[in-house]
């Protein structure tokens, strides 16, 4: 029997980011809760994010959060992929990400740009493979850019 992935745009509430994003938190490379406040941010990411999201039987098991709230310079940020650590390498993150620059690219912005730290090979190779490139590296951390080619809507 396979298990059904149900993907969502803004379902999940405050307290299920942060549910999901404690059980993500070791998989962070810097662990996120040492960063930021967890309950803070994931109220942030409901506020004022675009959350494209994974469900397995009632579970938040996959998250991209995306602030497209930049018309004036036409570019999208993306401040949060994460995938439970049991369903990673299932193509989760690669279908979230698909999803969100297909809804980037819909609302007319010219890129979208991430900050990933250097040490995290799989979401770099990731990135990569969704045609992200590097704008500039910053100490541990990597600024990635994705140029959105609006003749393909």
């Not at 959060?65 to 949060?80: G, L, V, W």
């Not at 989760?92 to 090979?121: K, P, S, Y």
């Not at 979401?123 to 704008?135: P, S």
Request: aromatic share 8%; with cysteine.
């Amino acid at each position: 029997m396979s298990v059904q992935i149900e993907y969502w745009l803004n379902k999940a509430v405050p307290t299920e980011i942060v549910e999901h994003l404690l059980c993500c938190d070791a998989d962070f490379v810097s662990v996120l809760c040492k960063r930021v406040e967890l309950n803070a941010y994931a109220n942030k990411i409901v506020n004022k994010a675009l959350r494209f999201e994974a469900w397995v039987d009632g579970v938040l098991v996959g998250l991209v959060a995306a602030y497209c709230n930049d018309s004036e310079r036409c570019m999208s940020f993306i401040t949060s992929v994460s995938i439970l650590p049991t369903w990673q390498g299932k193509g989760i993150a690669a279908q979230l990400m698909e999803r969100c620059i297909h809804h980037v690219r819909q609302q007319g912005f010219a890129c979208v740009e991430l900050e990933v730290d250097n040490e995290n090979v799989s979401a770099v190779k990731l990135y990569e493979n969704k045609g992200f490139t590097i704008k500039k590296r910053d100490g541990q951390t990597t600024i990635m850019r994705l140029n959105i080619d609006k003749g393909h809507l």
